[in-house]
């Protein structure tokens, strides 16, 4: 197998700063993964399945966001084989790298570059305010300075690709307002330089959460292992972990978010696999181990075939590693001509 070398329109002129139609190209959609943990069932279906699913309509680029995985202490040979895995993944989950885009951002110099760029367009107070920036520095003792310009880098993550959609669940909103906020600025005050990109919500947009504490997200980091199905746990893992779901003292199947949080967690993630509605599923089911066994097979029918996939892929690291080279590769003219219009634009020699 090798990689091909279908490369992505190149940049045309920026669409207007409304976020307007994207003139010769289609839709171009980004999304990055941070290669903090293991990828698991709410990232597939919140993030991974949304972008995958829309590759043969949209240009569609997803890169491995390593750099913002420094932002927090971190292991340097976890980070590193965690990109591995989880660009191995991507592939093995559908995202065809003769059609899309996957690259890994620390390949292609040109997100610094313009990290740096935005930094000067981005107030102190701004960065400052961000929700994620104010729950993560509480939570650690040495907070990185890189923390609190994450959202800059993720602005020239987007814009460096004149992106038009970018899928973000709830927690990126704030993010994606700043991109845009910066943006608008930058074309403002320096020229017309940046495409106006826009949150796209998954058309569903399931909140997958920990099986053991509803209340709590199923996370990389955060939710308990014991209740978070990893995309490459074994059969026999993900039975154990379902069975041991919490549920609630009733004994009927129902669909009631609220009262039932376990139980309609176990219901969207049965949607979510299937198709059909949590309400329209609960009818289905007499008792909660019937439930719990259609989850067990559903879950293991959507991620059976991504780990056989992901198995053989990884025999073939440097496979992987190519078509990595190859999306940077590819991605690198297009950004080029990014970062030059920035330069040009905001007063730098070039
Ligand atoms: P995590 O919380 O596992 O660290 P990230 O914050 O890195 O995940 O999110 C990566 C992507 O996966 C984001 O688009 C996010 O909205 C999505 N995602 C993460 N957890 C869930 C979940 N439990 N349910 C649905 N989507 C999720
Ligand atoms: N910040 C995102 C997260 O925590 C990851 C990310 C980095 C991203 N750059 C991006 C997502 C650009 C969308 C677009 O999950």
Known sequence: MTPTTATLTTNPAPAGAGGGPAGARGIRRLTGLKPTGHLHLGNLLG???PIVGTQYRAETIVFLADLHALTVPHEPARVRALTLEQATLMLATGLDPDRSLLYVQSQLPQHTELHYLLECTTGYGEAHRMIQFREKSTAEQQ?????????????????????DEVPVGNDQNQHLELARAVAGRFNAQYGQTFTMPRAALPEVSPRVMDLSDPARKMGK????????????????VIRRKVQRAVTDPGRTVGYDPRRRPGVANLLEILAACVGGSPTGLAADYRSYAQLKGAVVEAVEGLLRPIRLRHTELARDPGYVRRVLADGAERAREGAEDTVYRAKRAIGLLC
């Open 221 to 236: 980091t955060g939710s308990s292992d014991a209740g978070t199905i990893f995309l490459l746990d074994p059969p026999e």
């Open 47 to 49: 993030a991974i399945r």
């Open 143 to 163: 907070v990185r300075l890189s923390l609190l310009s994450y959202p800059v880098l993720m602005a020239a993550d987007i814009l460096l690709h004149d992106t």
